[in-house]
């Protein structure tokens, strides 16, 4: 249990390391024809 609790603070560690902040997104979408529809995902990020 102590390895799976050390492990897991270790890999949470490293990919907070390698984290980005979202500054603002946009979700935006067309609609083509009958059921069909665009989606256009953006996202700002702050490397």
Not at 19 to 35: C, V
Request: net charge positive.
């Amino acid at each position: 249990m102590k390895k799976l609790i050390i492990s897991t603070v270790a890999l949470l560690i490293t990919i907070s390391a390698f984290a980005t902040h979202n500054m603002f997104g946009d979700i935006s979408y067309t609609h083509l024809w009958g059921n069909a529809y665009r989606f256009t995902v953006r996202t700002f990020t702050n490397t």
